[in-house]
T-cell receptor, first 111, second 115 residues
């Protein structure tokens, strides 16, 4: 699975949009981009995933560039409860359920 | 719908002992994965089971083992505990064929402290 690069930390004001970038320049055609987050001392939580098109669900939006070398997770109206470590993961499809977590981005939402 | 349940939540062992951790996946989920999380190494994949068979294995010594039962519940065992085995052990379940391969549902974890 392709390697990802994320900033170590980011800050965001409560109520504003949080835009978390991820670089995955070596991504191959059959690899998906997944986003998870982990609130302190809890298990990781799946947020969203995508292949080529932009995706949106009740939690967030995922914007993938046309060349697929980078993506951005958008939390439209960040709240204090969104403070967490956010992981961007690239993995292929198929029956391999192994996820390779990097160090992620610590997002701190400030009041 | 109940989530992934892990027991025990906290436990303390001494070096040389062994430990067994349990995971009950979401009802209907047949794939169960285990991860180890430490401050130094982050989240690392241990192994994955599907239909009582180990499908994938991470780079951990043979002291780490697991199994899955016919009801999809899973256990992992660590023998001859070392101080470095102190970690949060996370279990995740998935529904192959209905969920994307990377869409896992994690439990709250079992926090193991080795003294």
């Amino acid at each position: 699975d392709a390697k990802t690069t994320q900033p170590t930390s980011m800050d965001c004001a409560e109520g504003r949009a949080a835009n978390l970038p991820c670089n995955h320049s070596t991504i191959s055609g059959n690899e998906y981009v997944y986003w998870y987050r982990q609130i302190h001392s809890q298990g990781p939580q799946y947020i969203i995933h995508g292949l080529k098109n932009n995706e949106t669900n009740e939690m967030a939006s995922l914007i993938i560039t046309e060349d697929r070398k980078s993506s951005t997770l958008i939390l439209p109206h960040a709240t204090l409860r969104d403070t967490a470590v956010y992981y961007c993961i690239v993995k292929s499809g198929g029956s391999n359920y192994k996820l390779t977590f990097g160090k992620g981005t610590l997002l701190t939402v400030n009041p | 719908k109940a989530g992934v349940t892990q027991t025990p939540r906290y436990l303390i062992k001494t070096r040389g002992q062994q430990v067994t951790l349990s995971c009950s996946p979401i009802s209907g989920h047949r794939s169960v994965s285990w991860y180890q999380q430490t401050p130094g190494q982050g989240l690392q994949f241990l192994f994955e089971y599907f239909s009582e068979t180990q499908r994938n294995k991470g780079n951990f010594p043979g002291r780490f083992s697991g199994r899955q039962f016919s009801n999809s519940r899973s256990e992992m065992n660590v023998s001859t505990l070392e101080l470095g085995d102190s970690a949060l052990y996370l279990c995740a379940s998935s529904l192959p064929g209905r969920s994307a391969p990377g869409e896992l549902f994690f439990g709250e974890g079992s926090r193991l402290t080795v003294l």
